[in-house]
């Protein structure tokens, strides 16, 4: 504790009214925030994703330099802060505590390295940070719905050389043959850090992968991720805008025609006409890798599907026995050999996955469809609507929870297709 907080704490332990009356005034002030009117039946949403949230958010603390939210404060191997994790809880509390969302950006890029790497985790002891991996490159997204929620000119500005930086990177150390098109890796030249680095640990895409060296310091799997280029494709097109908004219109220029060019090459490269869907694909090759699984339509989320292409996409995740179930959106096709509903990624959801698809759906013309959706994970989450807690993943075919409590980017997104309703 430091010296301000000891003086904080000794204020309130002398005038304990005073420190409920703030505490009462500021709980109000966020759910006046977040409880929409016009959504009836679903308050209990906001209210305890907020509470998820807030039971999370950590002060700076060792040698974390800002304050944050972790994952779950409910499990020990959870007290730091995870790249992609980061950017989630940044967008979802933009409009909550500005302030905490840019330094829950700002805390991860605190230990950007001089290659413009940023670490996939980092701790109170910085000694615990994960260098062998980072997470896909979801900041500029964060930055930019920061910037949109508060104007701050100031915050964009900052952040940039270090954006630029980190997707750099990606081209410089994760592009084994230098097409343009991007792989997952690691830095010590593990396969088990190379999946790490999706996010998707042991998704069955990666089940023949294989590492390939890049450089000393770099390996990549052998195939090439369609999530992860579409996510790049995005970055690009942030990266614009936010030069864009700082008056370096020939760097927005450079980067849009870069987007487009990156547009054109992803549905060439993983875009399956005969199946309607997206797929990896075999470094080197046009060989797809036929594993449908979330992956498959983040090109609909990041604007780079075609209306028919998007079409095709939306029919496969409606459909039942696939994607379409009891609490939707699987992290594998639950028509595939290799689903189970207790894999980690191999088949439970996952809240951000979810909120990917209806999000997709949505950017794509078929709100309807998306607002069904929502309302069925509303309906089919276990614990939502009583008083158990948002965990890290659920069973698709009950509905019932799985893995860590109180999870953090649960919350955040399940708060984001709250706000997206309607």
Not at 76 to 87: E, L, N, P, Q, T
Not at 116 to 139: H, I, Q, Y
Not at 317 to 334: E, Q
Request: charged share 20%; with cysteine.
């Amino acid at each position: 504790m430091n010296e301000q907080e000891k003086l904080h704490v000794a204020k309130l332990l002398e005038e304990p009214k005073i420190g409920i009356k703030e505490n009462t005034d500021r709980w109000n002030g966020y759910l006046t925030k977040v409880i929409r009117n016009d959504v009836k039946g679903y308050d209990h949403i906001p209210v305890k994703t907020l509470q998820t949230l807030l039971t999370n958010w950590k002060t700076e603390t060792g040698h974390l330099k800002h304050q944050g939210i972790v994952p779950s404060m409910a499990v020990s191997y959870f007290y730091g802060y995870w790249a992609w994790d980061s950017w989630k809880h940044a967008v979802a509390i933009k409009d909550i505590e500005p302030e905490l969302a840019k330094d829950q950006i700002r805390t991860m890029f605190d230990y950007q390295d001089s290659m413009g790497m940023v670490a996939d985790c980092v701790f109170p002891d910085s000694l615990e940070n994960n260098w062998r991996d980072t997470k896909p490159p979801l900041a500029a997204w964060a930055v930019w719905e920061v910037f949109t929620s508060t104007h701050d000119t100031l915050f964009i500005k900052e952040m940039l050389p270090k954006l630029e930086a980190y997707h750099n990177w990606w081209y410089s150390y994760r592009d084994n043959d230098g097409n343009g098109l991007c792989e997952y890796g690691a830095t010590d030249g593990t396969l088990i850090a190379a999946k790490w680095e999706s996010g998707m640990d042991n998704a069955v895409r990666f089940d023949s992968s294989k590492l390939v060296q890049n450089s000393p310091v770099a390996w990549s799997l052998n195939q090439e991720s369609v999530d992860l280029n579409a996510y790049l494709y995005l970055e690009k097109q942030y990266l614009a805008n936010i030069n864009k908004t700082l008056g370096n219109n020939k760097q927005a220029e450079s980067l849009t025609l870069e987007a487009s060019a990156l547009r054109e090459l992803i549905n060439k490269s993983f875009y399956c006409n005969d199946e309607g869907f997206y797929f990896d694909k075999m470094l080197g090759s046009n060989q797809l890798l036929k594993v449908a699984g979330p992956e498959g339509w983040t090109p609909l989320w990041c604007g780079i599907a075609s209306p028919t292409q998007a079409q095709r996409v939306a029919n496969i995740m409606l459909d039942t026995t696939r994607f379409n179930t009891h609490l939707p959106f699987p992290t594998l096709d639950a028509s595939h050999p290799s689903f189970t509903t207790d894999g980690y990624w191999r088949g439970p959801v996952w809240l951000d996955q979810v909120y990917f698809a209806i999000s997709a759906l949505r950017k794509n013309g078929m709100d309807n469809e998306a607002d069904e959706l929502t309302l069925k994970v509303f309906r089919n989450a276990k614990g939502l609507s009583s008083d158990g807690a948002i965990h890290e993943n659920y069973d698709p075919h009950t509905g019932e929870q799985l893995s860590a409590p109180n999870f953090s980017w649960s919350a955040a997104h399940l708060l984001m297709m709250y706000n997206e309703l309607y």
